[in-house]
């Protein structure tokens, strides 16, 4: 499996996913600038957090018109599995690839912290080694998490089963419904505003991030296998 | 040339952080009469056209393309010039 991790002017942890990668899925990894217009050669995509662009106007509102996010339509098109961490789901957003909006922090402030989530869909490709409704700890790192949709498209989320990830006991930006983390109808898009990819490790203080990646490399293998035994 | 005066600021329906903050500021400085604050974005852009018609086009195509997120914002404009 071939993963790329987007790059942008702006991004700042694509360092932490390239490694989270390499130390957890042991597969080939490449970073990918903005300005490719060709995600053909990946399985998998991730879209790192940061502040892409300075994050003007809005967070994501302009990387999701780099040359490379017509390519990343496609992928997602295609079914490819896209995974948006932090800034990668304000693109995913603004991209019109995820429904929704982010607003800023319910209480204005930068949050930092650990923080505990429940797995409310682990029938994902990105989540299938969790147990359903699992608590884990991931760390939040955001000013504008606070996802936002209408009661419409919440309902919608809901029928769909598509909050992948709501905050357990504490919501730290003011979310709607608690939510987390979303994925798309066809469940091969999913953004999230905590990040797995500093929790891999338990001297990073968690390593519950890493069942994320692995879960990406089980689906990839079992689709793989399907695929040559057809 | 064609200036365009941007006005975007957060629906009604949705809740605007800094607008609260920044009311409850004015409260707290004793401006009892605000009732309501809406913190927006305001842009200045300058059209080389004098096409006045097809500046309204465009300048609505940016706002809901780039400048404003029709999911969370509002967007409204004045055209100057001409």
Known sequence: ??????????????????????QTMEQPVSYVWHDKDDLT???????????????????????????????????????????????????????????????KNENLKFQCFQSTLTVENNQTVF??????????????????GN?????????????????????????????????????????????MMPHPERAIHDWLGSADGRRMFTSILKAWREHHDTVINS | ????????????????????????SLHSMGFKEVEKVRVGKFLEIKLDTVDRQEAEKRVRDMCEQLLANTVIEDYRFELEGL
């Open chain 1, 41 to 103: 050669a990946y399985d998998g995509i991730i879209i790192p957090g940061g502040f892409s662009y300075g994050d003007y106007l809005r967070s994501g509102s302009i990387a999701r018109f780099a040359p490379v996010m017509s390519a990343l339509v496609k992928a997602a098109e295609e079914g490819k599995w896209i995974l948006g961490i932090c800034n990668g789901f304000q693109i995913l957003l603004e991209a019109g690839l995820l429904p929704g909006a982010m607003l």
């Open chain 1, 127 to 144: 989540t299938s080694d969790y147990e359903h409704q699992e608590k884990i700890t991931i760390p939040i790192a955001h000013g504008e």
């Open chain 1, 1 to 22: 499996m071939h993963v790329a991790v987007l790059v942008f002017p702006g991004s700042n942890c694509d360092v932490d996913c390239y490694k989270a990668v390499e």
């Open chain 1, 147 to 191: 996802y936002y949709c209408d009661p419409q498209t919440l309902a919608q989320l809901e029928q769909h089963n598509q909050i992948v990830f709501r905050y357990a006991d504490h919501n730290p930006n003011g979310s709607v419904d608690h939510i987390a983390g979303i994925c798309n109808k066809q469940g091969n898009v999913l953004g």
């Open chain 2, 1 to 24: 040339m064609i200036n365009a005066r941007v006005y975007v600021t957060i629906k009604q329906s949705v809740l605007d952080p800094q607008g609260n903050a920044v009311q409850n």
